[in-house]
């Protein structure tokens, strides 16, 4: 495989993945976290005048529900820990080949394609290691 075909076909190829998982993990979290956020803040306001809204004690449970349905999605998705492993993944491919297509320390040598797919591969490589190892992991699990 030459250069211009490994970057293509390997490097882009993984960085535009990276950004896209990231952005949609993103989207994930933090929608639903503002699903939370404005569901808890209804509760109050609700409870103060549940004996002239009807069925307010009911529409209390349903936003108590949903709360608790957005949070356990969160957690078990982990959605915010894969936007943020996933940015730092792409942002650390882009660096590598910035730095290699500039011809930059440490790719101003002979062996700077060798060096760079190296350091490319082991960078996915560590974070497929860390993906498998959090998928392994309980939601609540504690490491030790």
């Known amino acids: ?9 390997r490097v882009d190829n993984q960085i535009n993945w990276y950004n896209k ?5 993103q ?10 956020i404005v569901s808890a803040a209804i509760i109050p306001f609700v409870a103060g ?10 529409f ?16 078990l998705n982990k959605y915010q820990e894969n936007w943020l ?6 942002e650390a491919l882009l660096q590598e080949k910035f730095l290699f297509m ?10 700077a394609f060798s060096k760079f797919v190296t350091r490319v591969e082991s960078l996915l490589s560590k ?3 860390q993906w498998a190892r959090s998928v392994k992991e309980k939601p609540n699990s504690k490491s030790k």
Not at 1 to 9: A, F, H, T
Not at 21 to 25: A, C, G, V, Y
Not at 64 to 73: E, F, K, P, S, Y
Not at 102 to 111: F, H, L, M
């Open 21 to 25: 998982k990231s952005k949609s993990n």
């Open 27 to 36: 989207m994930w979290f933090k929608s639903l976290r503002i699903i939370e």
């Open 49 to 58: 005048y549940s004996n002239s809204i009807p069925h307010g004690m009911v």
């Open 102 to 111: 500039t011809n930059a320390k440490p790719y101003n040598n002979e062996e």
């Open 85 to 90: 492993v996933y940015r730092t993944t792409c």
């Open 60 to 75: 209390i449970g349903v936003l108590g529900v949903i709360i608790a349905i957005c949070a356990a999605l969160t957690a």
């Open 127 to 129: 974070e497929n290691t």
């Open 1 to 9: 495989m030459n250069k211009e075909q490994y970057l293509k076909d």
